[in-house]
Structure formats: structure tokens, C-alpha cells
């Protein structure tokens, strides 16, 4: 499994499993995610990397600016599982 900043991944595991979050960084067994609603750039969540499935979607880094342009691009994946 190749991980990198940018991009889509589904959870595999936790109360968290079947939603996407972007990867922020990577480091040897762990990433630090963010979905830009709950979790938020400010409170990235840590998951390791057997917990994540990768996914071909990376996004730019401008769209890492914010985080109302980070839910936007996981929420086409998510189909707004979730509700506010």
C-alpha cells in the first residue's frame, strides 16, 4: 500500500470505518487524516496505515488550504453518510 499527502482513503476500522478523509502526512506506520468537518485540519485524527484502503483520487495541494475545500472533496466519496 502506497500512501501520500492528498490523498482519498476509506477506513477501514474504528467507529470511523466506510468514511474518507484525506491524508495529510505519512509517516512509517501511521497518517494523520482529516475528513474537514469533525476532524478538521486543526485536529487531524492518527490512524494506522492498516486501518486505511487507499484509493486512486489525490487531491491538489490548494484544496488542502481549507477545510471547507477538504469536504467538499470527501463528501462526493462519503455521499453524506453522515448528518450534522
Known sequence: MQFERGQIV????GRDKG??????????EAAMICD?????????KRKKLIH???????IDERS????????NA???FN????TS
Request: net charge positive; charged share 25%; glycine share 4%.
Open 64 to 71: 488542502m488550504a481549507a477545510d471547507s475545500t477538504i469536504g
Open 10 to 13: 476509506r477506513s477501514k476500522m
Open 19 to 28: 468514511y474518507f478523509f484525506v491524508v495529510l502526512s505519512v509517516s512509517k
Open 36 to 44: 474537514g468537518k469533525y476532524r478538521t485540519l486543526s485536529r487531524p
Open 79 to 82: 455521499n453524506n453518510k453522515r
Open 52 to 58: 486505511l484502503a487507499p484509493t486512486k483520487t489525490v
Open 74 to 76: 470527501v463528501a462526493e
